[in-house]
Nanobody, 122 residues
Framework: VQLQASGGGLVQAGGSLRLSCTVS????????IAWFRQAPGKEREGVSC????????LYADSVKDRFTISRDKAKDTVFLQMHRLKPEDTAVYYC????????????????WGQGTQVTVSS
């Protein structure tokens, strides 16, 4: 299982970014994929997750109605579309393969991808 996150960058507050998590073949059939983020001096937190079984989604309260997670099985990619970005969204964003969909249980994490930096300027 391999995951590669990309798409981070510098954006002004109110702007948008789309992150991509490209995974190895067949991973999306067997693992849920989640996005986590870690800001400097803070713990890593779950942002959003998409289920391998039915594509159902989970969102942290802080990003609901601003972020959308989706997947393209043909491209082996999960996306995180982020709108109305705020300075507090600044963090390194990681994608991870999970045994089951969750944002809060570390035991569910099978494999981490590398992070991508998102910086939102005020």
């Amino acid at each position: 299982v391999q995951l590669q996150a990309s798409g981070g960058g510098l954006v002004q507050a109110g702007g948008s970014l789309r992150l991509s998590c490209t995974v190895s073949e067949f991973v999306l059939n067997h693992y849920s994929i989640a996005w986590f983020r870690q800001a400097p001096g803070k713990e890593r937190e779950g942002v959003s997750c998409i289920s391998s079984e039915d594509g159902s989604t989970l969102y942290a309260d802080s990003v609901k109605d601003r972020f959308t997670i989706s997947r393209d099985k043909a491209k082996d990619t999960v996306f995180l579309q982020m709108h109305r970005l705020k300075p507090e969204d600044t963090a390194v964003y990681y994608c991870a393969a999970l045994f089951y969909p969750t944002l809060t249980r570390p035991s569910a994490i099978h494999r981490w991808g590398q992070g991508t930096q998102v910086t939102v300027s005020s």
